[in-house]
């Protein structure tokens, strides 16, 4: 089965703190992502990489940035956290297939809190 | 641009009966995949099934089977003899082919079996 592992169910940062978010897949796939996901909104894309050192700009990309050093692992960064990214974000991969039947396998999200 | 909706923002279903929950997409793509994820209290999302634009069948696993109608753009997620745990948030998702590997998400279902 795939694995994907976020480093922290729960987090609590205060303003202005710079968040890292970790998350690490064992299926040696190519594509990872982040998402937040709010009441209400459903499932917002915040930035995808296809590679390592690739990035891409989701639905929602101001205020965070990415990186992926490795293969296995994908870190969101919230540069300077606001209150307003109070969240939860989900982590996830999938194969790079060339076709549109590769599911996105999820993490179990990490409910991060900014005071 | 892709949308999903899911026009039910939650569903009760009594245990043991059958439910059915709403999807419709809008994407210009004739090549696509359809999803559907299960989002328990505890966070994580998890793959139930999916559905091809260009399959012929309805998809089936398990309890869970796809009633697909192209030409009204539907793809409802039908749950057979549902069961206190079935309990959760339900999204729909579409990946399109020209889309690259990104999933667009519905609002969600909240669905709640009934003792």
């Known amino acids: 089965d795939v694995k994907v592992t976020q480093s922290s169910r729960y987090l609590v940062k205060r303003t202005g703190e710079k968040v890292f978010l970790e998350c690490v897949q064992d299926?040696?796939?190519?594509?990872m992502f982040w998402y937040r996901q709010d009441p209400g909104l459903g499932l917002r894309l915040i930035y995808f990489?296809?590679?390592?050192?690739?990035?891409e700009k989701g639905d929602i990309p101001e205020g965070y940035s990415v990186s992926r050093e490795k293969k296995e692992r994908f870190s969101l960064i919230l540069e300077s956290a606001s209150t307003n990214q109070t969240s939860m974000y989900l982590c996830?991969?999938?194969?790079?297939?060339?076709?549109?039947?590769?599911?996105?396998?999820f993490g179990d999200g990490t409910r991060l809190s900014i005071l | 641009a892709q949308k999903i909706t899911q026009t039910q923002p939650g569903m009760f279903v009594q245990e043991k009966e059958a439910v059915t929950l709403d999807c419709t997409y809008d994407?210009?793509?004739?090549?696509?995949?359809l999803f559907w994820y299960k989002q328990p209290s505890s966070g994580e999302m998890i793959f139930l099934i999916y559905?091809?634009?260009?399959?012929?069948q309805n998809a089936t696993e398990g309890r869970y089977s796809l009633n697909f109608q192209k030409a009204r753009k539907s793809a409802n997620l039908v749950i057979s003899a549902s069961q206190l745990g079935d309990s959760a948030m339900y999204f729909c998702?579409?990946?399109?082919?020209?889309?690259?590997?990104?999933?667009?998400f519905g609002g969600g279902t909240r669905l709640m079996v009934k003792p």
């Open positions: 559905q091809g634009s260009y399959d012929q």
């Open positions: 990489s296809y590679d390592v050192k690739m990035k």
């Open positions: 994407t210009s793509d004739p090549s696509y995949g």
């Open positions: 996830a991969s999938s194969l790079n297939s060339g076709g549109v039947n590769q599911p996105q396998h």
């Open positions: 299926m040696d796939h190519e594509n």
């Open positions: 998702a579409m990946r399109p082919n020209n889309a690259g590997n990104m999933l667009t």
